[in-house]
């Protein structure tokens, strides 16, 4: 049989497996093998998944029982492909423990390990993978602290959750882990009534990476009076679920605290997510905001979209209207979605651009308000017409579209009214010719019906 070795091979990994699976926390006996026990200390655990990673990477040797131990699925070599097979052994340990936090009014209970309960003070002490269900009906705070020689994920399951918290206390606060990864399955609520704005307080507070993954099949609304919504000291990534959130809640106006704000990148990779804040919408203070996919809807009474280094729009749909719609000190790089970004206070503003696909801006000589229509007719059809509304009144646009073609005359109108320069005669038109990636038409007001 030419295959014999191969399925040799097959066996003993998937035996070495459910050998790992069944001998996890349980100690060692002098001839047995515990697969996973990297340093030999009779149990697994997530130390042992830092020392195969430094051995991986030549910062330890290991000796040969070490080895044997390492050698997931006992083919004579500890590679990246035993690293793998040991981090998805503590996943599915995690699965089976069934580790859930229940809110239950004024009281929380848990099952499961890795799960610390102090009255209505939840602490997630290890990786793995946890489900949180449940209303609360007083202030509580779940907080993510795993160990720094924990290397391992923490996947947190909203599952129909409702929190209210009354002080600038973050319901979810990520302390340390590898990463913060949260689904959210059914209708969750989370809101803050405090109305002081304090440095740095939200609802959603991580110090390390998070990301709302692209499992969730469910909704995320947050509400705060005058903290913010979601802040991080890294990377943010938005993959997948419909989240809304409203600042300012109260309806004062006087609460300016920003909606989405991190020092790392904002990625966008599928989600939906829509905002509603009287301080800047979605912004990194030291990185990039970053659009692959999915849907973005920002009202904002600052900056709507601003990353610090860069905001890059690469596939995916941004309505951004603000004081100012997307601005950087860096670069603005457009190459694909469709774009619609308004202002008031001067046209979105960055050092340097990137335009692989074609973009408008216009100036008006007057004021237009919100849910206005915004239509570029193209003089070949109007069957073809592109239409944008802005969420609240603006001065400025920025208009890209994936639609757009090269060649094409297209029709500036404001609900289904021509625009034209201030002589009251030239219709004003947006072409892109061949080498063209950016046109700016000024000056322009509404005169007459289409």
Do not use: W
Not at 39 to 67: F, H, S
Not at 184 to 208: H, P, Q
Not at 371 to 376: A, C, D, N, S
């Amino acid at each position: 049989m030419k295959n014999s070795g191969f399925f040799r091979k097959f066996t003993a990994g998937i035996t070495a497996i459910l050998t790992c699976f069944s001998m996890l926390s349980v100690a060692s006996y002098a001839d047995e093998i515990i697969y996973g026990d990297v340093n030999c200390d009779g149990v697994v655990t997530a130390l042992d998944l830092m020392n195969m990673k430094e051995y991986l990477i030549g910062k330890k040797t290991l000796t040969d029982e070490q080895k044997t131990n390492s050698d997931m699925n006992s083919d004579l070599s500890v590679n990246i492909i035993d690293l793998v097979l040991l981090k998805q052994a503590f996943i599915e340990s995690s699965i089976t423990s069934e580790n859930i936090i229940k809110l239950k009014g004024d009281t929380i209970v848990s099952s499961g390990k890795g799960i610390t309960v102090d009255g209505t003070n939840v602490t997630i002490n290890s990786s793995g993978v946890y489900k949180i269900e449940g209303t609360m009906t007083t202030d509580a705070v779940i907080t993510v602290l795993t160990s720094a020689e924990d290397l391992g994920d923490v996947e947190i399951t909203l599952k129909d959750v409702s929190m209210t918290n009354s002080t600038d206390t973050p319901c979810i606060m990520v302390e340390n882990a590898e990463k913060t990864k949260i689904t959210f399955e059914g209708e969750n609520t989370f809101v803050n009534t405090y109305d002081t704005a304090t440095a740095e307080s939200s609802v959603f507070y991580a110090k390390d990476d998070i990301t709302f993954t692209k499992n969730s099949t469910g909704t995320l609304k947050i509400n705060t009076n005058a903290c913010m919504a979601i802040y991080c000291n890294n990377d943010i990534n938005f993959n997948g679920g419909a989240i809304d959130i409203k600042t300012d809640s109260d309806g004062s106006g006087l609460a300016e605290s920003d909606a989405v704000k991190a020092k790392g990148d904002i990625e966008f990779k599928g989600a939906e997510i829509s905002v509603n804040t009287e301080g800047d919408g979605i912004k990194s203070t030291k990185k990039a905001v970053i659009v692959n996919d999915g849907s973005i809807s920002v009202k904002s009474g600052k900056d709507a979209l601003q990353g610090e280094t860069a905001v890059i729009i690469a596939g995916g749909s941004v309505v951004a209207s603000g004081d100012r719609g997307i601005t950087s000190v860096g670069t603005l790089d457009i190459s694909g979605g469709t774009v619609f970004a308004t202002a008031t206070d001067n046209q979105s503003s960055y050092a340097v651009s990137n335009f692989a696909q074609p973009v408008l801006a216009v100036d008006f000589s007057g004021e237009h308000v919100k849910l206005e229509k915004f239509q570029l007719i193209p003089s070949s059809g109007a069957e073809s017409t592109l239409t944008f509304t802005s969420k609240k009144k603006y001065n400025y646009v920025l208009v890209s579209d994936e639609a757009f073609k090269r060649g094409e005359k297209y029709h500036i109108c404001i609900d289904s009214y021509y625009c034209v320069t201030d002589n009251g005669v030239t219709v004003v038109d947006a072409v892109f010719d061949a080498t063209e990636n950016f046109v700016h038409i000024t000056n322009v007001c509404t005169e007459g019906p289409a």
